[in-house]
């Protein structure tokens, strides 16, 4: 399995924005669908954005579509998701998660928190 560790959480502002990376070692990152989803207190774990392995092609849950944009660098085995207008709803643990079939995450990251003030 591949190893992620994701960065970049933090407190903001509503309106502002955020760039969240998650760095992967331990087998080549560029046979892995990536993703990222995330947690709200008291909530199931949600999906937030994928981006393919070869096509590059991406998907976004609704209420982020327009404001988020997940790439990859796959020279740096890395994976951002760049988040704009940054609402208080989006306040959650966000985490990276890989797979190798798609849609199917297998290996996550321990998470980070993002937090948007009001």
């Known amino acids: 399995q591949v190893q992620l560790v994701e960065s970049g959480g933090g407190l903001v502002q509503a309106g502002g924005s955020l760039r969240l990376s998650c760095a992967a070692s331990?087998?080549?990152?560029?046979?892995?669908?990536m993703a990222w989803f995330r947690q709200a207190p008291g909530k199931e774990r949600e999906f937030v954005a994928a981006?393919?392995?070869?096509?590059?092609?991406?998907t976004y849950a609704d209420d982020v579509a327009g404001r988020f944009t997940i790439s990859r660098d796959n020279a740096k085995n890395t994976v951002y998701l760049q988040m704009n207008s940054l609402k208080p709803e989006d306040t959650a643990v966000y985490y990276c998660?890989?797979?190798?079939?798609?849609?199917?995450?297998?290996?996550w990251g321990q998470g980070t928190q993002v937090t948007v003030s009001s």
């Open positions: 998660a890989a797979g190798i079939r798609s849609r199917v995450y297998d290996s």
């Open positions: 331990g087998r080549t990152f560029s046979i892995y669908h």
């Open positions: 981006i393919q392995r070869n096509s590059g092609i991406t």
